[in-house]
């Protein structure tokens, strides 16, 4: 059985930082793009970033660029999300995505068709 299990999520205050760990288990997803989505109240999932299975390209969307950063380990079969300079509209749960696909158009990369999710974190950043 495949799991994503995320870690790490919290209340912050704006400006600080937290990382966000997920693990898989029961697949391995080296060979995998693997990434974050997030979800509001009231507003529909929305793709964060990813990361290609080598870990050589990394994709975010407009909204957190220069802020987090994606990064995996693959021997712990492990990706991470490093956010900084929170802020109170970061605020979500945010998911653990594994097997989808990452395209970009006019700069804004954009996810499709994900095979597996984690369970989700809440982050909350107050103001």
């Known amino acids: 059985q495949v799991q994503l299990k995320e870690s790490g999520g919290g209340l912050v205050q704006a400006g600080a930082s937290l990382r966000l760990s997920c693990a898989a288990s029961?697949?391995?997803?080296?060979?995998?793009?693997m990434g974050w989505f997030r979800q509001a109240p009231g507003k529909e999932r929305e793709f964060v970033g990813g990361?290609?299975?080598?870990?050589?390209?990394?994709y975010y969307a407009d909204s957190v660029k220069g802020r987090f950063t994606i990064s995996r380990d693959n021997a712990k079969n492990t990706v991470y999300l490093q956010m900084n300079v929170l802020k109170p509209e970061d605020t979500a749960i945010y998911y653990c995505?594994?097997?989808?696909?990452?395209?970009?158009?006019?700069?804004?990369?954009?996810?499709?068709?994900?095979?597996?999710w984690g369970q989700g974190t809440q982050v909350t950043v107050s103001s």
């Open positions: 029961g697949h391995t997803f080296r060979n995998y793009n």
């Open positions: 990361i290609t299975g080598s870990g050589g390209s990394t």
């Open positions: 995505a594994g097997e989808f696909s990452i395209y970009t158009r006019t700069g804004t990369a954009y996810a499709r068709e994900v095979a597996y």
